[in-house]
Each structure stands twice: as C-alpha cells, then as structure tokens.
C-alpha cells in the first residue's frame, strides 16, 4: 500500500497511535449506549460484565481473554440470570 523507500505518512502514524487506545473505549460506549437506568435489569448485567473485563485485563494482561470472557459472562447472565 505504501511504496518502500518513500516515508509513510504523518496521518497513518498518528492512525496508528490513537486508534489502539480508541477501539476498547468506542467498545465500552457501545455496551452502555441503550442501558435504561430506569427500568428492567437496571444495567446489571453490562456493570458485571464490565468488571469481569476489567479485572481479567488487570490481572492477565490479555485483550482477547478479557474480552472473550466478558462477552461469556454477559451471554451466561442474560440466558440464565436475568
């Protein structure tokens, strides 16, 4: 995409600084956008899953386990608890 020997753009640079660090916020937004405080489950099931993904990512350092494992705590929540 880029041809060698020229140097690669200041924009996709500054792309691949930020964008590390954006994707889990965008993700963390998209889990709370539609959250009624008000009514059902009152955000339970997202603050548990949350967490769990935090603190895997605290402890083992890992994106993918964290994540993976959050996603499992939520669907295990809203099929068998919620």
């Known amino acids: 995409?880029?041809?060698p020997g020229r140097p690669t753009p200041s924009y996709v640079r500054y792309l691949g600084q930020v964008l590390p660090a954006a994707a889990p916020g965008l993700l963390v937004i998209y889990s709370f956008k539609d959250v009624n405080r008000f009514s059902g489950s009152r955000g339970i099931r997202e603050l548990l899953s949350a967490a769990v993904v935090a603190?895997?990512?605290l402890w083992r350092r890992s994106?993918?386990?964290s994540i993976a494992s959050?996603?499992?705590v939520y669907m295990f929540l809203i099929q068998r608890v919620f």
């Open 70 to 72: 959050g996603t499992l």
């Open 63 to 65: 994106m993918l386990l």
């Open 1 to 3: 995409m880029f041809p």
């Open 55 to 57: 603190l895997l990512h």
